[in-house]
């Protein structure tokens, strides 16, 4: 018979839940087994206190830290064993993978890396914090990587972990899943937006050149330029320091009109622009999961994304695939989507068989297994 165990979640560095980390987080939650021995208690940020339990309801214990990266990097260190030692955590769960770890750990330490460890080291300015990184990846007692390519990723990284786990992750069919009827409006509302169809998405995060979002802007324009058609692309995904750059190159095209970018989007409403959507344009070239090409075939949504990445292995023959660094590609596979109706067929019918393989439940099952066994 399995003990009951005290497991810690850690919620700094999922950034609000506004990013892929943080609608992870927010997903693996609300699928938690109510019936298995563990218990769980999530920490972080005190702005965070709702965030990740609109849902289940879980207990969350604040931590008192100034809001920036240094200072939670400083308390992970400093203080992070410390306080799971008080709070009599069994084992810490560390969602943001290498973003924010202590050194060691006195508590048994899972980490989910869905991050190309590689590309993170390698954007990493501070070569101190780059040793860091490695170190406490090396000494955490099991790595839960998003996908294969990561798992490769780390062992050409030479990183030397204890233990490598690959679970992917999941989709929320509730949320995501294909259109009833087809939609008869040429306007669909969806709070707190109402967008005019036909239309093109991007659900990604503003954020650094590797999320190639100026590339795409390009393409499209092109693509708007050979074929003249109706189509408007919308960027839905939150974005601070770098949203200027692409609210930039987006004014500065000829069909700056057609270009919306949205912002933050909440993921509850992110069913509805994907259901109504023509085709999800996908040209991120460091994605180790790609979370929004699955829940893109899900909703039975005809994907074009970059060939760069774990994409390939999480879309299979469910999507196409082009050059990002390539806007002649990129715009010949735009033309090539909208336009070919037994290429889309086939892709919605790949999409939502592939789709059915992924669940959070069996992700959250898989995450529970392996803690037990780590405290075993």
């Keep these: 018979m399995l003990l009951p165990m005290k497991v810690g979640i850690d919620t700094f560095g999922c ?40 849902k289940k309801k879980l207990p969350f214990t604040p931590v008192h830290v100034p809001d920036s990266l240094n200072t ?19 084992a810490v769960l560390y969602a943001a993978g290498p973003q924010l770890l202590p050194l060691r750990y006195a508590r048994p330490g899972i980490v989910i890396v869905n991050d190309i460890i590689s590309s ?17 990846l090396a000494k955490a007692d099991c790595i839960i990587a998003g996908s294969n390519f990561i798992r490769e990723d780390l062992e050409q990284c030479r990183i030397k972990v204890r233990r490598l786990e690959v679970v992917y992750s999941g989709i929320d069919h509730d949320i995501f899943s294909p259109p009833i009827a087809k939609q008869e409006s040429s306007i669909v509302e969806m709070t707190p937006f109402a967008i005019k169809t036909p239309y093109l998405i991007y659900p990604s995060r503003v954020q650094g050149d590797s999320k190639r979002h100026k590339e795409l802007i390009k393409a499209f324009s092109l693509f708007k330029e050979r074929t003249k058609s109706p189509h408007r692309l919308i960027i839905a995904g939150d974005g601070k320091a770098y949203s200027d750059t692409v609210q930039n190159a987006a004014l500065s095209s000829a069909f700056a009109g057609d270009i919306f970018l949205t912002g933050f989007f909440p993921h509850e409403n992110f069913g509805d622009l994907y259901r109504n959507a ?45 050059d990002s660094d390539s806007i002649e590609d990129m715009a010949a596979s735009i033309e090539r989507i909208v336009s070919d109706r037994e290429l889309r067929d086939t892709l919605v019918k790949n999409g939502l068989r592939k789709a059915e393989a992924y669940s959070w439940e069996k992700t959250a099952e898989r995450i529970v297994e392996i803690i037990q066994s780590v405290c075993s």
């Design 15 to 54: 950034d609000n839940g506004r990013s892929g980390r943080g609608s992870y987080l927010v997903s693996l939650i609300n699928a938690l087994p109510d019936d298995s021995p563990l218990s769980w208690e999530l920490f972080g940020s005190e702005i965070d206190r709702y965030t990740y339990t609109v």
């Design 72 to 90: 939670d990097r400083l308390w992970h260190i400093l203080n992070g064993n410390s306080f799971a030692k008080k709070r009599a955590y069994d």
């Design 120 to 136: 993170f080291l390698r954007n990493e300015d501070n070569s101190l914090h780059r040793k860091l990184v490695v170190k406490s």
């Design 278 to 322: 023509d085709a999800c344009i996908f040209p991120s070239v460091n994605e180790g999961v790609g979370l929004p090409v699955m829940e893109s075939m899900a909703s039975g949504l005809p994907v074009a994304c970059s060939s760069s990445g774990a994409l390939r292995e999480i879309a299979g023959d469910a999507a196409i695939y082009f």
